[in-house]
T-cell receptor
C-alpha cells in the first residue's frame, strides 16, 4: 500500500531564503509525481509534474527532483516571497491505476 | 478559459439528508476526478471518470456515495443518508491528455 509522507509539517522562513520541502513514498513503482499548492479554503494548483522516467522539472523559482529508488522527491523554492505562503502537497500515482495518493502537506509561511 | 467550477460552494445539511454536488470541468477535458479533503489532510481519492465511464472507485467509498458523468460532460456526486463524518471539502479536478490536474474551488459540506 502506497504511503506518502511530507516533512516538515510546517515551516516558517524569512523572505528571501531558499528552502526545500520533502516528500517520501513507500512504493517506488510510481507513474508520476506532482507537486501542488493550496491556499487556505481553496482548491489545488498544480506546480510541477515529474514523470517516472524524469529526474527533475523546473518552473521559474521552483525545482522538483525525483529519486524513485530511494522513494523521495524534493521541491526547492528559490528566493522565497510572502506570496509563496501556502500549503504544498505532493501526490503520486502508480501504473495501472488512476488513483493519486496525496501527502498531508507542508504548511509554509514566508515572513516579510 | 473558465476553469473547473463546482456548485454549491457551501452546503449545510442535517444528518440523514441526501446531498448532491455538481462539477463542471474545463470544456475539452475528458477526464475527471473527485476527491474528499478533511482539515489538515491531503485530498483522498474517491473516483475517476474517462468520458462518461467510471473507471475507478475508491474501496473506501461506502455505497452511500455515488457519482455520475452523463454524456462525459459535467459530473455529480451524491451522498445519501449523510453522517457527521461526511463533513469535508469535496474537490473536483479535470484533465485532458496531459497528467496535470486542474482543480475546482471545492464544495464545503457541513453535516449537523
Amino acid at each position: 500500500k502506497q504511503e506518502v509522507t511530507q516533512i516538515p509539517a510546517a515551516l516558517s522562513v524569512p523572505e528571501g531564503e531558499n528552502l526545500v520541502l520533502n516528500c517520501s513514498f513507500t512504493d517506488s513503482a510510481i507513474y508520476n509525481l506532482q507537486w501542488f499548492r493550496q491556499d487556505p479554503g481553496k482548491g489545488l494548483t498544480s506546480l510541477l509534474l515529474i514523470q517516472s522516467s524524469q529526474r527533475e522539472q523546473t518552473s521559474g523559482r521552483l525545482n522538483a527532483s525525483l529519486d524513485k529508488s530511494s522513494g523521495r522527491s524534493t521541491l526547492y523554492i528559490a528566493a522565497s516571497q510572502p506570496g509563496d505562503s501556502a500549503t504544498y502537497l505532493c501526490a503520486v500515482s502508480r501504473s495501472g491505476t488512476y488513483k493519486y495518493i496525496f501527502g498531508t502537506g507542508t504548511r509554509l509561511k514566508v515572513l516579510a | 478559459d473558465t476553469g473547473v467550477s463546482q456548485d454549491p460552494r457551501h452546503k449545510i445539511t442535517k444528518r440523514g439528508q441526501n446531498v448532491t454536488f455538481r462539477c463542471d470541468p474545463i470544456s475539452e477535458h475528458n477526464r475527471l476526478y473527485w476527491y474528499r479533503q478533511t482539515l489538515g489532510q491531503g485530498p483522498e481519492f474517491l473516483t475517476y471518470f474517462q468520458n462518461e465511464a467510471q473507471l475507478e472507485k475508491s474501496r473506501l467509498l461506502s455505497d452511500r456515495f455515488s457519482a455520475e458523468r452523463p454524456k462525459g460532460s459535467f459530473s455529480t456526486l451524491e451522498i445519501q443518508r449523510t453522517e457527521q463524518g461526511d463533513s469535508a471539502m469535496y474537490l473536483c479536478a479535470s484533465r485532458y491528455s496531459t497528467d496535470t490536474q486542474y482543480f475546482g474551488p471545492g464544495t464545503r459540506l457541513t453535516v449537523l
